[in-house]
């Protein structure tokens, strides 16, 4: 949620309703009230306990509010073939899958996906179609890119970074739409 919060402040864009406050503790929707504020958790309470406990563990893993920056990466491995079966847990969870998508849905819902169902279609979609790159948000990342190449001793041009913008790696004839 950060980083649309960062992505959002360069755009010039306000936030939905309800996601951040202020550091008055009032609610804001101006990304930059927002970053010296608190974003806010999803499901009210529950969602704050939800985050609490996901948040807390991963104090193990370098996050600590004392220091200059709140991030730590805790990475959790499951291994669900300590009991059970790796295929038996497959045909579960895509079960599981099937109940919640066939869940009777409110009026103006069309589709109930799951976590990260969007980013995959996105990222299909992008292989499949292109990349559109936001005018602002590419002349904020070229001199970046530059910068950062040669601090590693290495050139990179322009024209490189429109290669790497439109390789075949990143997608099968994309193009690159400088928009607005």
Avoid: C, W
Avoid at 30 to 53: E, H, I, S
Avoid at 154 to 160: C, D, Q, V, Y
Wanted: avoid cysteine; aromatic fraction near 4%; proline fraction near 6%.
């Amino acid at each position: 949620m950060m980083t649309e919060v960062m992505l959002r402040e360069r755009l010039g864009e306000l936030l939905r309703e309800g996601v951040a406050i202020g550091p008055d503790g009032e609610p804001t929707r101006v990304p930059a009230l927002a970053r010296r504020g608190a974003l806010l958790p999803f499901g009210g309470y529950k969602g704050f306990g939800l985050a609490l406990m996901i948040q807390a563990p991963g104090l193990l893993a370098g996050s600590d509010s004392e220091q200059e920056s709140d991030s730590g990466y805790l990475f959790i491995a499951l291994r669900p073939d300590l009991v059970g079966t790796a295929d038996v847990f497959n045909r579960r969870v895509t079960q599981l899958i099937e109940r919640i998508k066939t869940t009777p849905r409110q009026p103006g819902i069309d589709e109930i996906r799951i976590p990260s169902e969007r980013a995959f279609r996105s990222r299909e979609r992008a292989l499949r179609e292109g990349l559109s790159v936001d005018r602002l948000v590419f002349d904020a990342l070229v001199p970046r890119m530059i910068a950062k190449s040669s601090s590693m001793g290495k050139t990179i041009t322009m024209s490189a970074v429109l290669m790497v913008l439109h390789s075949p790696s990143m997608s099968r004839g994309s193009f690159l739409d400088l928009g607005a």
